[in-house]
């Protein structure tokens, strides 16, 4: 029997043949833990070991509560800085963790354990990357190893060219809707078909962070041109293996979309799933108090780029609160030397600085009750982002950037050339 693009990367981290269902001890190319989850991290750690199996293979980014917002995370920080200093492990200030990662350190083909839920991020570079709690998150940094029970893998097929005003964010909210918010629990999704083959890595991106909020393990795209060309792009072009699943694999099951005709949609709180057309929303004038444009889902330049062209020449609704937060110190720069910051404070939106912002409810943008908030993030249960009484619909940048000119959630068709 033939075997998956996941089957493959495990067998070859553990150094044998296996499928879905094997139990194996494999190892890590890489092991990640942020602000905050690397604080829970020590005292399982220092219970097992003294010393890192590796500090060049272990990444600490600051970026979930930075510059922290409160005396609380300013201790658990500390703490951090010292046990970093100690093994030898440089912190990351640049911005988004996922999104550094992908930038600067996530290969194809490889098997990295991240100690945030929103790791399978990664696959959109065409490795496994695997989101785990803090206390394997430890055991990972003393051993360099993990425990495995291979996943069975979802294939997902995308077709057709996407409409004026569709992106990738409409196409996985589509498919958040088929599969529901636990409809890959402990699976792996496999994005392809042509539609997944014609995105860059920044798109697929979008589709395997999204992943997470399906239950996925891990999501992953197939490594191809469109990866070679982002490495260079990154300044870090590598040989690869173009790893592909057999064609005689085992899916456990097969999902096909055509999104030919798909319009824009919004996930309304307060569930993932609970996803319609922007257009039916838009009938009812849901009046906006805050828009987002940021997060490790949608926040990079290309998104960026479709909020400018939007904006361009219009304004901004007077009284908006508009929040920009740029996924990496990269993007931020990007966006700089584009002339874009310059021109949505100039429009009178916020620009701060990369990071999570206000996407988890820690600082930047916290809500209150009963606010409305669209945002390009990938959570919209009660209390994500402040008040439980707050109400948050996820869109695409486009319908962010389109609610930012009306006031409330508005088609983006209106506005994309």
């Known amino acids: 029997m033939g075997q998956t693009l996941a089957e493959k990367i495990f067998s070859k981290h553990c150094g044998k043949t296996v499928h879905a269902g094997d139990f194996i001890l494999a190892d890590l190319?890489?092991?990640?833990?942020h602000d905050t989850t690397c604080a829970w991290a020590?005292?399982?750690?220092?219970?097992?070991?003294?010393?890192?199996?590796?500090?060049?293979?272990?990444?600490?980014?600051?970026?979930?509560a930075f510059p922290s917002p409160s005396v609380a995370m300013s201790k658990l920080q500390s703490e951090i800085r010292k046990f970093a200093e100690e093994q030898g492990i440089p912190i990351s200030f640049e911005g988004v963790c996922h999104q550094v990662m992908s930038e600067r350190l996530i290969n194809p083909g490889n098997l990295i354990l991240g100690a945030d839920s929103h790791s399978p991020t990664g696959g959109g570079v065409g490795a496994l990357t695997i989101g785990v709690g803090s206390t394997d998150a430890a055991i990972a940094m003393a051993t360099g190893k993990a425990w495995f029970r291979v996943p069975q893998t979802i294939r997902i097929n995308i077709t057709g060219r996407l409409p004026r005003g569709s992106y990738s964010k409409d196409v996985v909210l589509t498919v958040a809707r088929e599969m529901g918010a636990d409809g890959a629990n402990y699976r792996v999704i496999e994005?392809?078909?042509?539609?997944?083959?014609?995105?860059?890595?920044?798109?697929?991106?979008?589709?395997?962070?999204?992943?997470?909020?399906?239950?996925?393990?891990?999501?992953?795209?197939?490594p191809d041109e469109q990866t070679r060309a982002y490495l260079q792009e990154n300044d870090r072009l590598i040989e690869f293996e173009a790893l592909r699943s057999d064609n005689d694999a085992h899916f456990e099951r097969v999902l096909s979309f055509d999104v030919s005709?798909?319009?824009?949609?919004?996930?309304?709180?307060?569930?993932?799933?609970?996803?319609?057309?922007?257009?039916?929303?838009?009938?009812?004038?849901v009046v906006v108090d805050q828009v987002f444009i940021g997060s490790c889902t949608n926040c990079r330049i290309d998104d960026l780029e479709v909020v400018y062209q939007m904006w361009k020449g219009r304004r901004l609704k007077e009284g908006l609160r508009i929040i920009v937060t740029p996924a990496s110190r990269k993007v931020y720069m990007q966006a700089l030397q584009r002339g874009y910051i310059e021109e949505f404070v100039k429009m009178g939106?916020?620009?701060?600085?990369?990071?999570?912002?206000?996407?988890?409810?820690?600082?930047?943008?916290?809500?209150?009750?009963?606010?409305?908030?669209?945002?390009?993030s990938n959570r919209n249960f009660e209390g994500r982002m402040g008040s439980p009484k707050a109400r948050i619909y996820l869109a695409s940048p486009a319908t962010a950037a389109a609610s930012a000119l009306t006031g409330y959630i508005t088609d983006p068709r209106e506005f994309v050339n």
């Not at 995105?199 to 962070?209: D, E, G, H, K, Y």
């Not at 799933?273 to 257009?279: A, F, K, L, S």
């Not at 701060?352 to 916290?366: I, N, Q, Y």
């Open 29 to 33: 190319d890489l092991v990640m833990a």
């Open 42 to 64: 020590l005292e399982p750690f220092y219970q097992i070991a003294k010393k890192v199996f590796d500090p060049k293979k272990i990444f600490i980014p600051f970026d979930h």
């Open 191 to 222: 994005y392809g078909g042509e539609t997944v083959e014609g995105f860059n890595v920044p798109a697929r991106l979008t589709l395997t962070n999204m992943s997470a909020e399906m239950g996925a393990k891990a999501a992953i795209v197939a």
């Open 261 to 285: 005709s798909l319009k824009p949609m919004i996930a309304c709180p307060p569930d993932i799933d609970n996803d319609v057309p922007v257009e039916d929303v838009q009938a009812d004038k």
């Open 349 to 376: 939106a916020v620009v701060s600085s990369p990071g999570c912002g206000p996407c988890l409810g820690r600082a930047g943008g916290v809500l209150y009750d009963n606010e409305v908030c669209v945002s390009t």
